[in-house]
């Protein structure tokens, strides 16, 4: 859910297309909210890195905030002499978006979302089956292989695709004392 171009190494050339995107994230929210009528909530208010050697370099919008200043931001965040505060980057609520992109794919494109994961899939000259682990086939003239870290258990790939899980474990705390995303390094709240 982060929209943090800000954050870590990249191409000046690369990040200000990031930078780009991130900022054409709240016309895309409202055509997405006037089609499906599912609103997504997107905040802006900046994102905290703590723990970062990076030294923020002359680009706009960053802020380096010493440990009082962190305090009184976000006081519970208190172990950290230092941070960065991108002030132009934020995130959007990814499980409403996920809802909203489902449905927009059902009304706008006639595209239909199957449930499950996929066990095999089986090319066509015109068309390709796609076979559940349940044993349901679906067919179609296209296949998006989004399989992520499982993509090598899947059965009639076109050839294997070197990917192992990094991330992935995500939970929703109710009345989180942080108002800001945090980054940490290879975690974020």
Known sequence: GLLAPSIGDAEPQFRSFMSASRDRYPAWLHWLAQRTGIEVTL?????IEVGTQTIASARAGIERLDAAALETLEPA???????LLYHDDGYVDNVSLLAALREAARCE???DVVEGRV???QPGMDSCT???EDGRTQRGRAVVLAAGAWIALLVGAPRPVPVEPVRGQMLRLQGAPLSHAVSAGDAYL
């Open 77 to 83: 965040l208190t172990n950290y002499s230092s941070a």
């Open 43 to 47: 905040d802006r208010s900046g994102i």
């Open 119 to 121: 066990a095999a899939i």
């Open 130 to 132: 796609a076979t559940m």
């Open 109 to 111: 494109w006639s595209i």
